[in-house]
């Protein structure tokens, strides 16, 4: 079966892995994306259900496919601008389109909000009345999806790269002293990338200081997002920068991962760097961006540190103790109960229960 599919390509490591579980889930069907983005395509090359193509939307172009997909993360956020609002209701009119062509949708694996005017939630609750199928990553957007009326088919379930947490020989517990951070740069608050990364400098430096261990930087986007913007000025920033090392993901998750499983604690700012220090049992301070995180974290109980990126701590004696929790592995996230029964499969099962009905 054919399948367009709609996803953030962006050499993006968390979507990627979401996508890499999705052909591997489903060898027998065809993925469509449209990308032009060189960089992206050699990341899906040795795939050989993943296929580029330029999206046409005429009749008979069509006719060969059965289920349009979505599959991502953020895909529902705020709408700010008149340009967002149009993007998303001209989305609308090509879903619709689709839907009057007996092409099945669905959209797995999301999250919704945080909505801080009414265009969000109405224009949300105008896409998802066009799916056949719903799947949601936290409790939050499962509680505000179920509010929307005439929404069928809509399931809760754990992210959906929890499928790679039998994947990974898990680590013996590491004696070295190596600190992970993920770097980021936001888009949206820029006004605190700076004092993030002279936090995450200090934090380095002071790790360095008290344990004689090193640092990784991961860059876990390397394209438009780009966290190695990031990376480069919290090197440049700290004392030791001959201790710190940069680690791009540049399409070999396999590698990345492998330079990942080799810290000892982690700063995970990137969703999908906690979800994967979790698969991986590496301790970990959250640090939040977005409301996604949050979820996450109150999903699982957390009730230890986690930083807004809008509160960075400034002082000399707050960087000090969370430098302190991070090495003495206090009050940071380090409860790796969860079995491997979890219910991240409910994305996939009800997703082929769909394309068998298609």
């Keep these: 079966m054919n399948i367009l599919v709609s996803a953030y390509l962006d050499n993006n490591l968390g979507d990627d892995l979401m996508i890499i579980s999705l052909s591997k889930k489903f060898p027998e069907h065809n993925f469509y994306l449209t990308s032009s983005n060189s960089t992206v395509k050699r990341t899906f090359e040795s795939f050989d259900n993943i296929i580029f193509h330029e999206l046409e939307l005429s009749d008979q172009y069509l006719k060969k496919f059965s289920v349009f997909l979505s599959i991502g993360g953020s895909l529902f956020n705020d709408i700010n601008g008149v340009l967002g609002i149009i993007r998303r209701i001209k989305r609308i009119r090509i879903l619709r389109k689709l839907k009057k062509k007996n092409i099945r949708i669905a959209t797995i694996g999301c999250n919704l909000g945080p909505y801080n005017n009414r265009f969000g939630p109405l224009l949300t609750k105008l896409e998802l009345k066009q799916n056949s199928l719903t799947t949601v990553r936290d409790k939050d957007s499962f509680r505000y999806i179920q509010k929307f009326k005439n929404i069928k088919n809509n399931h809760l379930a754990s992210d959906i790269v929890y499928n790679f947490s039998n994947q990974f020989e898990l680590p013996y517990i ?98 999908h760097s906690a979800i994967l220090c979790e698969i991986l049992k590496i301790p970990f301070l959250p640090i939040v961006y977005s409301n996604k995180m949050d979820n996450y974290l109150d999903d699982l109980n957390f ?56």
């Design 174 to 271: 590491s004696k070295k002293n190596i600190l992970g951070i993920s770097a980021y740069r936001s888009i949206v608050n820029n006004e605190y990338n700076y004092s993030n990364y002279i936090f995450l400098a200090s934090v380095a430096d002071k790790f360095i200081k008290e344990t004689n261990g090193c640092v990784r930087l991961f860059a876990f986007d390397t394209e438009n997002e780009n966290d190695l913007s990031p990376a480069f000025h919290i090197k440049k920033l700290s004392l030791y920068p001959d201790k710190i090392q940069i680690v791009p993901y540049i399409g070999d998750y396999k590698d990345f991962i492998q330079s990942m499983k080799e810290c000892s604690r982690f700063i995970a700012v990137r969703f």
């Design 303 to 358: 009730s230890g540190i986690r930083i807004s990126i809008k509160n960075i701590p400034r002082n000399r004696q707050e960087i000090e103790e969370i430098t302190d929790c991070l090495i003495y592995n206090k009050k940071i996230f380090n409860e790796f109960n969860y079995n491997n029964e979890l219910d991240y499969e409910i994305h996939f099962n009800e997703l082929g229960k769909l394309l068998r009905e298609s």
